[in-house]
């Protein structure tokens, strides 16, 4: 360490740490290989073979990751000589190629300050790699391969190019299809008029009004918009030839010339992380090169196959909103405020008109150059393949969700291919989401569904004859807590058979999931947010712990193993002292604001005095009795709150956002599927007269079982609020 005996300074140690780099650099590069394989792999799974980013898309993550895989390419003074270390070289520079392709369909999303900062962040990295390569290629650092990296250096310089100047149409395109979503939103409530009064069917009819919700989602998506423009599939071409001219060099390299290339002997200071570097960073380049890809491939079959030929000048004619955002700066004035002088104000204005002419032209090339080139494999394909096409047209009028596909200008042709795909990957979401059916949830609902009356436990579970514990009135009611606090006593019956009580807990724990989904949309205003966390609380004591706040359910069930009644008596009296000690601190607030272990207690001591009246009465015997009596109330209670399942799904369609709108659509697709044997299961039952509100809290149940003794028979719950009678209603 230090300087020698000479006094020079000693660097026999500098290069030790290199092949850990090299570790570092390939290490990076799988990671980065691996967010691109999960985006590959979620398109194949859900049929979106467009391949949206979501793991791997361009912000400071990935571009800090870039940085680090590069390091080789960058590198300007380590001696390379090897075979593997020249191809190293290579791999890091289609590396970004793979990069840009992959990460393009994620401008959609991003605003414009974002998509600013992480295009010149990505514009130095690209420009300090090409320079750098170019330098090592005057310098003789790189001594083979030269016209493969000049080629990959011209890609990489287009593709960036490319990816710029697609991402100045963004704003543009959200804008336009914005404005034909409301119009599609509009044109499906016409089908609904106000005086339409009809009942409609259930599950079918909400799975066609999903669809038609689905298709205006996922076609005026960001990221699909931008996944399916021209610029977009070219650059996946473009990302095909660099990952082709990678495989040539290496097939030369190791199977055809080996000899004729000239390596030089000897190893470099990264020594044998190298070829670690090259085989992960080829592997990825592999991976990543596959959406691109299809992405192109896509484009020249859907050309190829929708048999609608268009003359040249209408194939390569630019549409409008390429330059949209272009021409409206250059008609903006320009305010430089720092600026006095009419003289220099005008050079300003001048100056200002001549770069965006600039970027106005080229972005015309670009387009046509897309375009000509897409044109151009699309008419030696057709040629080659003519006997072999199919009419895809011949079934465009018979598909009712035609007129939601939302399209730019230039886009007709697709529109079929998209209603189509789309309605395919909607029948693929539900299908998906029937394999993921709450199965201990079906089998409490089918095994109470002979003894239930209705949804009458949605009123008995709470009388009307237990004592008020305080005079400012009783919380409302949310569907969770009452579900949770008669689990809780179903846990404390003694001489229950414990896989009874196994089954019971998992079926109400399925159905928390969908409970909680269902309050987040229904409960608008918060007025049960405490009872919701209350719920929350309570069920994580009694899933986890077997306990109801600080009370061992199993310890009390043993202390009592052959008189329900004193257990039922006990968790009342604890609940009430529980009660009592925290209201004194509590006394001013409303109802609805009470703490959660107010609420909890509150529920507690009112269910168990109920149950406790019944069983006194005699209208519950023995402990199987009165749990089957717990377990029907849970039932009615679930079956209940699933009535509100049309409005929930209608509620998700209904996301406003830009940037959500499609994964809420998407996740009521799922929903639907996943709760489709339910719905036919709460069919089966009548369902009283209510509205939308009503069905929506169970004290609206309540009250009506209140007030009308002789129930009504209606029709079936899961036309009760279908998603075009919801949209009406909400608006």
Known sequence: MGCDGHGKLSDEEFSKPLPWIGVYV??????????????????????????????????????????????????????????????????????????????????????????????VALGILVITDVVNICIQLGTGAIYVFPQEHALVIVLTLLMFVILSFSAITVPATKRFLEFRYKKSYELALKQCPLYQTERRGGFSELKEDLMKFWMMAHTCSPQFVMARSVTCTTSGFLCFLSAVTLAEAMLRSYFIQPQSLGFCSGDSDYKWSTTLVLVSQTAVV???????????????NLRCSSGAYKSLRDELRVETYWIECLSEKKEHPLNFWMLHGRRSRKLAHDVNRCILDLCIAIQYGIVFASKFL????????????????????????????????????GEEEMVNYMARSNREATNHLIQKGRKKQPQNLIELLEATDPISKGFEGILEFDSDKVAVLTPSGEPPNCWALPLVTLTSIAASLPNIQPCLLKKLVKAVNEALVYVKKFEDVLDIEGELANSRKAAEVVWLGVDLYHKWLNVDLRKLCKQHRARPQEVLKELADMAKKEFNESWEKNMGLKPSRWPIKILAANSMYRISQTLLKKHESRNIGTEDTLFKEVERMVSDIVAGCFCNTARVVGMQCLVTAVEVREASVREAAMHLGRTEKILEIVDRRCIPALSHHKVAKIDGWREYYKTNKCISSTTHPSTQCTTRQLILTIN
């Not at 680090?68 to 590198?75: F, M, N, P, W």
């Not at 592999?286 to 020249?300: D, E, K, L, N, Q």
């Not at 393949?385 to 399209?407: D, I």
């Open 286 to 300: 592999a991976i990543g090169t596959v959406a691109p890809a299809s992405r192109w491939f896509t484009a020249v």
């Open 26 to 119: 390939a290490a990076a590069s799988l990671i980065c290989g691996a967010a691109m394989f999960t985006d590959l792999l979620r398109g194949f799974r859900n049929r979106r073979f467009w391949f949206p980013c979501k793991s791997f898309s361009l912000n400071a993550t990935t571009l800090t990751f870039l940085a680090v895989c590069v390091k080789l390419s960058v590198d300007l003074n380590t001696c390379m000589p090897s075979r593997q270390d020249q191809l190293s070289k290579l791999s890091s520079n289609v590396f970004v190629c793979t990069v840009m392709a992959n990460s393009m369909p994620s401008l959609g999303f991003m605003v414009t300050q974002d998509l600013l900062m992480n295009l």
């Open 374 to 409: 897409r044109f151009i494999v699309v008419y030696c394909v057709s040629k080659i393949f003519l006997t072999f096409r199919t009419n895809s047209g011949s079934s465009a009028g018979s598909n009712p969700t035609r007129e939601y596909v939302l399209h730019l200008e």
